[in-house]
Structures are given as C-alpha cells and as structure tokens.
C-alpha cells in the first residue's frame, strides 16, 4: 500500500541552514555523536531503502531521521520526514513506524541536524525513548570510551570478549552487555566458540580490559 505523506507538508524554515550542520559519512562517526539526535541521510542506498518502503514521495532528496540505540538491533533511524528537491518536506505519519538499521547506510552522507523545530515529532521521539529505554546498567557502559574498540559498530552495546582459561587458547565471541555487577562487566554470549569453554549460548558471563602487548586495549573474561 502506498503511504501518502502529502498532508505534511513543510516549508523549508522548519528545517536548519545546511551549511551549519556536521557532515560526514556514517561509518566515520562515533555512535555517542548521533545517538538521540536528529540527522538527515542522503544518498543512494538510503533513497532505494525508502522508495522500497513504498512512500508517495515524487522528487526525494534525503530523509530526516531520529537515530537511537536498539539494544538487540543496534543503532536504528526512525523515519521522521522526507525532504524534496523543491525545499519541501514532508512528515511521517504519527500512526506508522519507518525504520532503517545501520548496516545498508554506513557509506551514506549523513548530517547531524542543530536547532531543528522538533515539537512536530515530539510525540513519537518520546514514544521512542520510552520503548528503547535500557536499565542505568546498560547505559552508564555505552559511555565506557575504553571498550569502544571492542564494541561492534552497528550494535554498541555488543563487544568482542577474549575468553581465557588454562590450556585454552585465548578465543574472541560477542558479548551483549547486560549492566555490572560493581566490579566487572556482565554480559550475554551471543556467538558459539571452536573451543569448549564450558559455556552455553545466551549465559551471562562477567568481563574486565586488559592492555595488551601493543597497549591496545581490549575486553576478556578469564574463567
């Protein structure tokens, strides 16, 4: 069923000055700098990802998206307007939802909007923010700078764990992180092992940092 967003329209000063934005591409830009924040993604693969979405949108530019953290999906944009070669943009409807993940736009131009009038979208960030909301646990870690080479870069809150115990070699899985437990990290297995580390799939495991020999830091638990 084709959507029609004709009834949003907005004229250009609902937006900002492009020239006072930050520009780059996704894949260059920390998962701190856009999280809650409201940016513009312009490129080929994100207008293909919304014409296939089925909008009655003619002449598409860009999307202005909302970009969150999905703690089981990752870093999503919620659709919140499309923007028109003609200035124009138009809102998404209140009543669906238009997600995009990370992965297909990670070489798409995005731009992290300033000074945009949000009270149109108010209502669904807030509804947003509510659904997605993790424990204090969770989001104290997504602060954690050093762990940040760990992390994988579409879902923050999974980081690679070096797992080691005696006549083992060291072996690397993914780890969701779940909180703290005061002293150490905690998190969830996500990936199988080569080796039998006596662990199962989806068991909490606790994690610390090591530096290692290069003074590169990374996450492991040692059982």
Not at 74 to 94: D, Q, R, V
Not at 155 to 169: E, S, T
């Amino acid at each position: 069923m084709v959507k029609n967003f004709s009834k949003g329209v907005k004229k250009t000063p609902f937006c900002v000055i492009l020239s006072k934005v930050i520009k780059m591409r996704l894949h260059e830009i920390n998962f701190r700098e856009i999280d809650q924040q409201i940016v513009r993604i312009q490129g080929n693969e994100v207008l293909k990802q919304l014409h296939s979405m089925n909008l009655d949108a003619q002449g598409l530019t860009a999307g202005m998206f909302y970009c969150y953290i999905d703690h089981e999906k990752g870093l999503t944009f919620e659709l919140l307007a499309l923007e028109l070669e003609n200035g124009n943009f138009l809102i998404a409807p209140k009543e669906y939802s238009y997600k995009l993940r990370c992965r297909p736009l990670l070489d798409e131009e995005i731009m992290i909007l300033k000074d945009v009038n949000t009270e149109v979208f108010k209502e669904k960030i807030e509804a947003i923010n509510e659904t997605y909301k993790v424990s204090e646990d969770i989001l104290k870690t997504r602060y954690i700078k050093e762990i940040d080479d760990s992390r994988h870069s579409e879902y923050p809150d999974d980081v690679r764990v070096f797992l080691l115990k005696k006549d083992k070699d060291p072996e690397a899985c993914w780890v969701r992180i779940t909180g703290t437990n005061g002293r150490k990290l905690t998190g969830k297995i996500l990936t199988k092992t080569m080796q039998d580390f006596d662990l199962e799939l989806e068991e909490i495991i606790e994690f610390g940092t090591m530096t290692m020999e290069d003074n590169s830091i990374s996450c492991v638990c040692i059982l």
